[in-house]
């Protein structure tokens, strides 16, 4: 049985081989060299006049501009989200001791509130005292 795809296969194949050949001939090789040494040539003048281009010279102080920005914009987030913290502190320390003053308020009028109780009963009990002891005198006296 005949394969019909053989003759486009060999016909590949053969183009193939003429491709390399051609490739490695000894002219094509030299002309390839020439030509990479010739690229690198005017790759290294045109990076040359780069180097000294204002073209150069402005994106590096736009690049180094945008650094400083950013670094300006970030140091300001920082600073704002530490400063955000301490008035946060602040606040807590205000709203404690507000507290704390709240609380010994509290302590001194109940210390108050007790010792004026305490005044209140032993003065009720200085007067019961005293009321017992002059009707005993009363009774004796009769």
Not at 81 to 99: A, D, L, P, T, Y
Request: aromatic share 8%; charged share 20%.
């Amino acid at each position: 049985m005949h394969n019909i795809f053989e003759p486009y296969v060999n016909l590949i194949n053969a183009n193939l081989e003429t491709f390399s050949r051609f490739m490695n001939a000894r002219e094509i090789t030299d002309l390839t060299k020439q030509s990479a040494l010739k690229f690198l040539e005017v790759a290294q003048e045109n990076a040359s006049k780069v180097a000294g281009s204002d073209a150069l010279a402005n994106w590096t102080r736009a690049v180094i501009d945008n650094y400083v920005r950013f670094s300006n914009e970030y140091a300001q987030q920082v600073f704002g989200i530490v400063s955000q913290g301490q008035e946060f502190v602040s606040r807590q320390m205000e709203e404690g001791n507000r507290c704390f003053a709240q609380i010994a308020d509290i302590s001194n009028r109940g210390v108050e509130a007790g010792v004026q109780s305490a005044k209140s009963a032993g003065d009720e009990a200085v007067n019961e005292a005293n009321q017992q002891l002059s009707g005993g005198r009363q009774q004796r006296a009769k």
